[in-house]
């Protein structure tokens, strides 16, 4: 029995002995969200790229069930409880075997994948979590759900990602809230497993050996002004890379709307085995093998501005990768986020020397009598980005991609139907990197939440 699992059990056994303490069941809530998942993806272009096994077009369509239950705490000095999510997707249709699953992946699109390939009937997982507070600190062991500028769970497909350890939260000291946390294991949004810890270039379950199951970190936000926020986070994940981030967040009121300043700075470098192991090697270094993979060594600057007012939301934006390696993220392959400004619906565009502007606009319908009405686009276009050549060196630095993402919702606002919502999501992705397929994708998206207590 590993660590966090012992220490859960242990806050279990403590709880069970408490659960009757007033605050426990009082401020407990538990919540089913339904949602119902269709994506299509079109992944264009030659015979020649066609050639890479990547099937031309990937379709999946699911219903998922998310029940959590949230308890409140004990009474006393140290409140204790404990948190459930129980996770369940059925499939509707895999596209007739255009699941988008291949050799060297983890399952399809949507759904996990049987032995021949073939989408699953249905997956699902259950994840409990012991907490405990103390003031304003607590302390959580079991399924997380992390979000700060080193570790984001996914939350784009038909099921959440899931991570299992251990995270403490504490804002005990006014306008600073501090955050730490080891995590030991994954589970993807398309999986009903917990796996280990990996990176792009390192992930393809057909390589042995490149996991890892330590990935710590550490940082705080603290609010200098009410207007302004600086933060500062750590993250390392044993024998494959280390990253600080500083970041600097304002609102300023122009006139009549605010203008937000988000400017991020990440330091990533290698760790461990990355920095002479190949099964360990991050993707997109060209400094000295043929497969254009090597240590991670990246530095990546970027600045987003908006400016909202009178529900519209106009921003532009730029970001610099720099060093011999694309910028490095928890990715196991199976579906992932990062803390980037250009983490878009199909690309990340933090590619070795990429260079990245944007430009963005959303409108909230509400000030037109349309409440729950939102629409928004968001054009990127990188260039400057390295290729590797046969001899393992980089080989020219100006391949370029661009995306096109359109979004538009509808929540209900009132009456029997509240919070009934639906989403459509189309993008377009064009490059001329060498191997890579241009895409198009669409995804259709209706959800809805129930309160149970």
Do not use: C
Request: hydrophobic content about 30%; glycine content about 14%; proline content about 3%.
């Amino acid at each position: 029995m590993n660590k966090s699992t012992l220490a859960l059990a242990v806050a279990v056994g403590v709880l069970a002995q408490q659960a009757g303490a007033a605050g426990f069941i009082e401020d407990s809530k538990a919540t089913l969200g339904l949602r119902n998942f269709y994506i299509n993806t079109d992944n264009r272009d030659s015979a020649a790229k066609t050639a890479s096994g990547v099937q031309s077009k990937n379709e999946e369509w699911g219903q998922g069930f998310d029940l959590r239950f949230i308890s409140g705490y004990t009474q006393g000095t140290v409140g204790f409880g404990i948190d459930a999510i129980g996770l369940l997707g059925v499939k509707l249709d895999s596209g007739g075997g255009t699941n988008g699953a291949t050799a060297t992946s983890y399952g399809g699109t949507v759904f996990p994948s049987k032995s021949n390939g073939e989408a699953v009937d249905n997956f699902s997982s259950l994840g409990l979590t012991a907490k405990a507070k103390i003031s304003q600190t607590e302390l959580k062991l079991g399924t997380l759900q992390p979000k700060n500028p080193v570790i984001v769970t996914n939350d784009g497909r038909l099921l959440p990602q899931t991570w299992q350890g251990g995270q403490i939260t504490s804002g005990d000291i006014k306008d600073l809230t501090l955050v730490g946390g080891q995590i030991e294991a994954v589970k993807g949004r398309n999986s009903s497993n917990n796996e280990q810890l990996s990176i792009g270039g390192a992930n393809s379950p057909t390589i042995s050996g490149r996991d890892s199951n330590k990935f710590i970190y550490a940082g705080g936000d603290y609010k200098i002004t009410k207007d302004l926020t600086a933060q500062y986070y750590y993250g390392n994940l044993e024998d494959f890379y280390k990253q600080h981030f500083l970041g600097l967040v304002h609102n300023w009121a122009i006139g009549p709307g605010v203008l937000k300043s988000d400017l991020r700075y990440f330091n990533s470098s290698d760790d461990g085995a990355n920095g002479n192991t190949p099964a360990y090697y991050s993707s997109g270094n060209y400094t000295g093998t043929a497969s254009g993979r090597g240590k991670v060594d990246n530095n990546l600057y970027s600045g987003l501005f908006l400016y909202t007012v009178e529900g519209h939301t106009f921003g532009g934006g730029y970001q610099v990768s720099n060093g011999s390696s694309d910028f490095p993220w928890l990715n196991q392959g199976d579906g992932s986020s990062n803390y980037t400004i250009t983490d878009m619906q199909i690309q990340k565009f933090g590619r070795a020397g990429e260079r990245t502007w944007q430009a963005r606009y959303s409108y909230d319908f509400a000030k037109v009598g349309l409440p729950g009405l939102t629409a928004g686009m968001v054009y990127l276009r990188g260039d400057n980005i390295d290729t590797v050549g046969t001899n393992g060196r980089e080989n020219g630095n100006g391949r370029s991609e661009w995306e096109r993402d359109f979004t538009v919702g509808y929540v209900i606002p009132e009456g029997p139907a509240k919070n009934l919502g639906f989403m459509w999501k189309n993008a377009t992705w064009r490059n001329d990197i060498p191997g890579q397929r241009d895409q198009d994708e669409n995804r259709l998206i209706v959800s809805y939440s129930i309160p149970l207590l």
